[in-house]
């Protein structure tokens, strides 16, 4: 049994995953908080006969890159990065969800909110909301956000054990049922807004190699159909 065809197509569908990615993190290169994707690929192997085998290539999980992204000053009051690991916690239609979007502002009921109007969450769960004139926000290395009236609540980074438990949605969020671990070790920079963890040079260096892999992989399984085509058709023509 000829399986170079099958192999090839198993990688050019792979490879095919693999530039969907790496468009998606190059159209996010000045998204904030943003966490590149990456993919995790295994070789499966598959008995053809009693001693032999082949191996195909098979997408297992999409990944992010959970290396920290630059932190820039925005002197925004309301702009918060996380210096270290883990995520912001905000409450959608959905659910909670995560984030290291850190662009926060005050919506009508003086919820702190995203842009999207997602209320940010404290350590606790619940939405913090400002009282009206209360004054200026100042937001703690260790989370706790304060104004003249004293402190309001605290915000405290979360983590997952698992990196795979962690699922990728839309704007910047991700979406997890497993049960998020505060991060003590996290910091949080007011004023600030981390960048996203993108690398262009790498990811277009990247795109040029992946290209060139699917455009062989697209060839060999080309000239494997019009070998086997040839194959077939002189079986017949010997039968004629």
Do not use: C
């Not at 995790?40 to 290539?57: G, H, I, K, L, Q």
């Not at 405290?156 to 997890?176: C, I, K, N, T």
């Amino acid at each position: 049994m000829d399986t170079t065809g099958y192999v090839a197509l198993s990688r050019a569908i792979t490879l095919r995953e693999r530039l969907d990615s790496i468009a998606h993190n190059l159209a996010n290169v000045d998204t904030p908080g943003f966490r590149a994707e990456l993919d995790r690929t295994m070789a499966v192997p598959f008995r053809t006969a009693p001693r032999e085998s082949v191996s195909y290539v098979q997408l297992v999980a999409k990944l992010y890159d959970a290396s920290e992204g630059p932190i820039e000053r925005t002197g925004n009051p309301l702009d918060l990065a996380i210096h270290g690991p883990g995520f912001f916690t905000v409450m959608t239609a959905d659910g909670p969800a995560y984030t290291r979007h850190g662009h926060f502002e005050l919506d009508p009921e003086g919820r702190i909110v995203t842009t999207e109007g997602y209320a940010l969450l404290d350590e606790n769960g619940a939405p913090i909301e400002v009282p009206p004139g209360s004054g200026p926000v100042t937001v703690a290395g260790d989370g706790t956000i304060s104004t003249r009236a004293g402190p309001l609540a605290r915000i405290r980074p979360v983590s997952f054990a698992d990196p795979l438990q962690l699922e990728r949605d839309a704007g910047g969020l991700f979406r997890s049922d497993a049960p998020a671990i505060p991060v003590e070790e996290a910091r949080i920079v007011q004023g600030a807004l981390e960048g996203s963890n993108v690398r262009p040079v790498h990811e277009l260096t990247r795109l040029i190699e992946t290209q060139r892999g699917f455009e062989h992989a697209l060839r060999m399984i080309e000239t494997w159909f019009d070998l086997d085509r040839r194959t077939t058709e002189r079986a017949l023509s010997a039968r004629a």
